[in-house]
T-cell receptor
Framework: NAGVMQNPRHLVRRRGQEARLRCSPM?????VYWYRQLPEEGLKFMVY????????ESGMPKERFSAEFPKEGPSILRIQQVVRGDSAAYFC????????????FGSGTQLSVL | ELKVEQNPLFLSMQEGKNYTIYCNYS?????LYWYRQDPGKSLESLFV?????AVKQEGRLMASLDTKARLSTLHITAAVHDLSATYFC???????????FGQGTRLTINP
């Protein structure tokens, strides 16, 4: 079992460009969570998805950010028209059945906006 | 809104000493997690605490949970350099499917 796979590991974008972050959950896991970590801070919840459904997006900024978890393929966190303040580490986590089971984290994508 | 506070935020200690990291949270929760994060790396799950009075131990680390006091502790016994990392506690909001993380405690263990 390869674990939670995130790519790219590092992503550099200029202001105004789009960033796409990918997350492939562990095999058999249909619950995906995205978190953002700013330097020297804890992780902040962004969105919780199950296959094809957004369950809780209360942590997502209202503009420019979107997430999906299609029936086939990885979960995608999309940030449009990036700004410097979007620079952070973005972590994806997955579980088999929500938070009743252990949550496994990916290695994260470090987004740097120039 | 659930708030999770850890203290201390920074801890520098000598090898062989004991110390405790505290995690306080503001509202009722029935699950608490401890994670370890090495610089530039992802989070490694250490403990899941599910009930009042729960105590779990792994090697030199021991975690406990007091749901009435809304307090968890992570105790380090006879610290070794390999335990240097940032430690996070995270609490599940009751009725919701999200973890709220503390700020993290950066632990440095000096030889």
């Amino acid at each position: 079992n390869a674990g939670v796979m995130q790519n790219p590991r590092h992503l550099v974008r200029r202001r105004g460009q789009e960033a796409r972050l990918r997350c492939s959950p562990m095999k058999g896991h249909s619950h995906v969570y995205w978190y953002r970590q700013l330097p020297e801070e804890g992780l902040k919840f962004m969105v919780y998805l199950q296959k094809e459904n957004i369950i809780d997006e209360s942590g997502m900024p209202k503009e420019r950010f979107s997430a999906e978890f299609p029936k086939e393929g990885p979960s995608i966190l999309r940030i449009q028209q990036v700004v410097r303040g979007d620079s952070a580490a973005y972590f994806c986590a997955s579980s088999r059945s929500g938070l009743n089971e252990k949550l496994f984290f990916g290695s994260g994508t470090q987004l740097s906006v120039l | 809104e659930l708030k999770v506070e850890q203290n201390p935020l920074f801890l520098s200690m000598q090898e062989g000493k004991n110390y405790t990291i505290y995690c306080n949270y503001s509202t009722t929760s029935d699950r608490l997690y401890w994670y370890r994060q090495d610089p530039g790396k992802s989070l490694e799950s250490l403990f899941v605490l599910l009930s009042n009075g729960a105590v779990k131990q792994e090697g030199r680390l021991m975690a406990s949970l007091d749901t009435k006091a809304r307090l968890s502790t992570l105790h380090i016994t006879a610290a070794v350099h390999d335990l240097s990392a940032t430690y996070f506690c995270a609490v599940v909001i009751q009725g919701a499917q999200k973890l709220v993380f503390g700020q993290g405690t950066r632990l440095t263990i000096n030889p």
